[in-house]
């Protein structure tokens, strides 16, 4: 009886930290909050992946070369920007990160990004800031984004 007890109190608190978890993405990545933490917001168009280790060989980076379309927040002047992202393959070794943003060539998509160490950028929240052009409204597997709400996110940033 006692064990039963401790087992559904362990399942409780599991439960509980897994909503919790849940909740703190979702807030951290809504809107609102990337828009926040980014330094720039794209709409581009993928032209190239080229994937490389690191100097330990260790990891493998993908650098993603953008064609912008337009710079929804931030300043750059140049009309192709490298997004660097972890994960690729190199010849015939593979490496995949559950959380990292996945890019195809001549993908159309919205993007919130971070300055990187290296001239290059990183996605802000990771997957959660990558958005593509689906049935007219930009979405992610977090959430939709309809062309108003960009319309209005773009006026909100010129306040």
Request: glycine fraction near 6%; charged fraction near 25%.
């Amino acid at each position: 009886m006692k064990l039963k007890k401790n087992i559904n109190a362990i399942i409780v608190v599991l439960m509980f930290c897994f909503i919790s978890q849940n909740i703190f993405s979702q807030e951290r990545n809504s809107l609102e909050n990337l828009t926040k933490r980014a330094d720039i917001i794209i709409i581009g168009i993928v032209k190239k992946i080229e994937s490389q280790w690191n100097k330990d060989k260790t990891r493998i980076w993908s650098f993603v070369k953008i064609d912008l379309e337009e710079i929804i927040k931030g300043n750059y002047v140049q009309k192709e920007i490298t997004i660097r992202v972890l994960g690729g393959e190199v010849e015939d070794i593979g490496m995949e990160v559950s959380n990292s943003p996945k890019f195809k060539v001549n993908e159309h998509f919205l993007c919130f990004l971070q300055k990187d160490s290296d001239n290059t950028f990183a996605v802000t929240g990771w997957e959660a800031g990558k958005y593509i052009r689906q049935n007219g409204l930009w979405q992610n597997k977090f959430a939709k984004i309809s062309n108003s709400k960009i319309i209005e996110l773009k006026a909100n940033i010129l306040k």
